[in-house]
Nanobody, 119 residues
Framework: QVQVVESGGGLVQPGDSLRLSCAAS????????MGWYRQAPGKQRELVAF???????NYADSVKGRFTISRDNAENTVYLHMNSLKPEDTAVYYC?????????????WGQGTQVTVSS
């Protein structure tokens, strides 16, 4: 099955930028989308952005115009470029893959990377 590993989280100030990376490995053929979710304490996990195998993207309303999802196919890596960060962006960010190679529920999940936006 596919394995995904996130990196790039950290502590930043409001207005700063940060780039998250998600590296996928394993039998990734058949994955039709990769994306990012986030979860803050006491809240359910929510979709941030995703990109399909064809290059189409989608964003949560709360991050439109600030975040950009991209991919590097040669490295099997998906990025989330986060600009103009706000305290409400603070959460654990999870990389997600969708498709049959991910297993019984067609979802691959990373372990998460913490993003904290605070002055």
């Amino acid at each position: 099955q596919v394995q995904v590993v996130e990196s790039g989280g950290g502590l930043v100030q409001p207005g700063d930028s940060l780039r998250l990376s998600c590296a996928a490995s394993g039998s990734i053929f058949g994955i039709y989308a990769m994306g990012w979710y986030r979860q803050a304490p006491g809240k359910q996990r929510e979709l941030v952005a995703f990109i399909t195998s064809g290059g189409s993207t989608n964003y949560a309303d709360s991050v439109k115009g600030r975040f950009t999802i991209s991919r590097d196919n040669a490295e099997n890596t998906v990025y989330l470029h986060m600009n103009s960060l706000k305290p409400e962006d603070t959460a654990v960010y999870y990389c997600n893959g969708k498709g049959r190679p991910c297993g019984y529920d067609n979802n691959c999940w990373g372990q998460g990377t913490q993003v904290t936006v605070s002055s």
